[in-house]
């Protein structure tokens, strides 16, 4: 009878027991369902007023709360000036300008969070009272957000996955599931393309948070009490049926703007895009993740449209689309009268100021001229697609021994003839800023301000800056939207901006034609090319495309020009907004 009682008393007490487990699971469950948020903002320290004040031979610098002296250096035509703020916070680099008192340069804030490289943004310092210069300093803002919604599935696992709208780190980070273990949160999926599932971190729970270690920093996530509004939403968790309004005027971008009725687009197909596709809530890592949306026609800026937080004066990072702009810079220091053409060799115009004797060069090399950097067509051993590629945009960031990125990429063995065949390459784009560099003598980014930014009217803008403090033009300039699709309607001008010449005609006319074949593509001078079936024919688009879904097309035949920019990075999905959303919603919808 006793042990009879005994197994009684232990089955309760393990029918109890199991009863508990069952319970916390639930209540487990409902906790972690819903939307985690983190996100990270670090700084920069240093930005707002910049005050340059003059004292006989020194210059008196006013910044973020530091004050400073350096010496002052002169010269006839300009006065040079830099200095770097204590503690390596950033540094700026400019020159006064006699005839105009006016100081131009630009500002380096350090390395990033987003992507560890340091940026260049521009500063113009205007006279106050004769006494002293003031300009603003408006550096990137340095920050890194995640997105974790939870759900339960039919077989009560808990399905998850991140979003990471800075850097698309969820693609990376592929996960599947979240699983309670003790005090931790298991986030288990697999990495970028290696299909073996694995527990990806191990978050810390505790208060009903969660604390992440992502790429050696620390977030914390919190679940959202209300996440109607919450940015992981194009617009909201339940947006309103999309309507249309026309883009501000703003006299200072110089866009002229207009409506889509004006230049015959239909409003009703435009709304269906957004409500069908971009305005839809993502159900996993595989669906769109559209940042922005902006539409010209004959010449006027007719829709802009933001998601996820994004806004017009929100810099966004290009990716290799702004590897055109590479080409697009070649073109202007060709035509601003800088002694360098297409045909310029490539080695010896770099070597010419040094000692290098360009006789030891190989003699292959020597070939190499900038038309076949800016065509990717070098023959250098430099391939973006192959891994094992000593030139690989990847194999050459990561590695230490050569931080000059230009000096490696010239130390490349050759693999074919110049001008043999177009292969992707990365490093070869870059090394264009050093051919113009040289030729002009001046520095890249006082070309890019002068030849590009000044008469394109753009005034923000951020040019990562390579381990030897050169700007890198493989990919990765973060620009606004308005400004960034400017340089795809200087190609359907002919070269042009609001009647101000950049590039030539013939040379506008070249980088859009497909010179070269390349994935299957067109390739010209930094621009790819492709076609569309459009009524009764086929319509040929030029356009430039970064990782990610970073595009900016223009159609001349149709004087249209579209400009997509997402946060699809390292996933095939980004590549909808090319091969989908423009023959199957935009060109549909001109009339």
């Given at each position: 009878m006793k042990i009879h009682l005994y197994r009684l008393k232990f089955f309760i007490l393990c029918l109890m027991t199991f009863t508990l487990h069952i319970c916390q699971s639930k209540n487990n469950t409902s906790e972690l369902t819903?939307?985690?948020?983190?996100?990270?903002?670090?700084?920069?320290?240093?930005?707002?007023?910049?005050?340059?004040?003059?004292?006989?031979?020194?210059?008196?610098?006013?910044?973020?709360?530091?004050?400073?002296?350096i010496p002052y250096q002169n010269s006839r035509k300009n006065s040079e000036l830099s200095f770097t703020v204590p503690g390596n916070r950033g540094s700026f680099s400019g020159t006064l300008n006699h005839k105009s008192n006016l100081i131009s340069g630009h500002w380096y804030q350090p390395g990033t969070l987003n992507n560890g490289m340091p940026?260049?943004?521009?500063?113009?310092?205007?006279?106050?009272?004769?006494?002293?210069?003031?300009?603003?300093?408006?550096?990137?803002?340095?920050?890194?957000?995640?997105?974790?919604?939870?759900?339960?599935?039919?077989?009560?696992?808990?399905?998850?996955?991140?979003?990471?709208?800075?850097?698309?780190?969820?693609?990376?980070?592929?996960?599947?599931?979240?699983?309670?273990?003790?005090?931790?949160i298991h986030w288990i999926g697999h990495w970028f393309r290696n299909s073996e599932e694995r527990v990806l971190a191990q978050a810390q729970y505790q208060n009903k948070s969660m604390s992440v270690n992502i790429r050696g920093n620390l977030y914390e996530m919190h679940k959202s009490t209300d996440d109607s509004q919450s940015h992981f939403y194009a617009r909201g968790k339940f947006p309103r049926p999309y309507q249309y309004a026309p883009p501000p005027f703003i006299s200072e971008d110089g866009w002229p703007v207009g409506t889509l009725s004006e230049v015959q687009i239909d409003e009703q197909l435009i709304a269906k895009l957004v409500d069908e596709v971009i305005l839809k809530t993502a159900d996993s890592i595989d669906d769109p993740y559209i940042h922005s949306m902006l539409i010209a026609r004959s010449g006027k800026l007719v829709l802009e449209e933001y998601f996820h937080g994004f806004h017009?004066?929100?810099?966004?990072?290009?990716?290799?689309?702004?590897?055109?702009?590479?080409?697009v810079l070649a073109g202007a220091v060709i035509?601003?009268?800088?002694?360098?053409?297409?045909?310029?060799?490539?080695?010896?115009?770099?070597?010419?100021?040094?000692?290098?004797?360009?006789?030891?060069?190989?003699?292959?090399?020597?070939?190499?001229?900038?038309?076949?950097?800016?065509?990717?067509?070098?023959?250098?051993?430099?391939?973006?697609?192959?891994?094992?590629?000593?030139?690989?945009?990847?194999?050459?960031?990561?590695?230490?021994?050569?931080?000059?990125?230009?000096?490696?990429?010239?130390?490349?063995?050759?693999?074919?003839?110049?001008?043999?065949?177009?292969?992707?390459?990365?490093?070869?784009m870059n090394l264009t800023g050093a051919v113009l560099a040289a030729a002009s003598g001046s520095k890249l980014e006082e070309l890019f301000m002068q030849l590009i930014a000044k008469p394109l009217q753009v005034n923000h803008y951020y040019l990562n800056i390579s381990p030897s403090g050169h700007p890198y033009l493989g990919?990765?300039?973060?620009?606004?939207?308005?400004?960034?699709?400017?340089?795809?309607?200087?190609?359907?001008?002919?070269?042009?901006?609001?009647?101000?010449?950049?590039?030539?005609?013939?040379?506008?006319?070249k980088s859009i034609s497909p010179i070269y074949q390349m994935r299957n593509k067109g390739y010209g001078y930094g621009w790819w090319s492709t076609q569309y079936p459009y009524l009764n024919r086929k319509v040929t688009a030029f356009y430039a495309a970064g990782n990610g879904g970073q595009i900016v097309m223009g159609i001349p035949e149709l004087e249209l020009l579209i400009a997509f920019y997402a946060g699809n990075y390292s996933h095939q999905v980004g590549r909808k907004i090319q091969e989908e959303f423009v023959p199957m919603y935009i060109l549909p919808a001109l009339k």
């Open positions: 819903g939307m985690w948020e983190g996100k990270r903002i670090a700084g920069p320290e240093i930005q707002g007023d910049l005050l340059i004040s003059r004292d006989n031979d020194r210059w008196l610098i006013d910044v973020s709360g530091f004050k400073f002296n940026h260049a943004s521009p500063v113009i310092l205007t006279p106050e009272n004769g006494r002293f210069w003031r300009g603003k300093i408006v550096p990137l803002l340095d920050e890194f957000s995640l997105f974790l919604p939870v759900w339960k599935r039919q077989d009560g696992s808990l399905g998850a996955f991140l979003r990471n709208p800075d850097r698309g780190f969820g693609t990376f980070l592929n996960i599947d599931r979240v699983e309670r273990v003790d005090d931790s017009r004066n929100k810099a966004h990072d290009t990716r290799s689309a702004s590897k055109s702009l590479a080409a035509h601003s009268g800088t002694p360098v053409k297409l045909n310029s060799p490539v080695f010896e115009t770099i070597l010419a100021k040094t000692e290098t004797n360009t006789s030891s060069v190989d003699s292959n090399k020597q070939k190499i001229n900038l038309e076949h950097l800016i065509s990717m067509s070098s023959g250098l051993e430099c391939d973006d697609g192959n891994s094992s590629s000593k030139g690989n945009e990847n194999t050459m960031q990561s590695q230490d021994e050569q931080p000059d990125w230009y000096r490696y990429t010239m130390d490349l063995d050759m693999t074919r003839e110049p001008g043999e065949k177009a292969v992707y390459c990365s490093a070869g990919g990765g300039i973060y620009w606004q939207p308005r400004d960034f699709m400017k340089l795809g309607q200087v190609m359907l001008n002919g070269g042009t901006w609001n009647t101000q010449r950049i590039v030539s005609e013939e040379f506008a006319k």
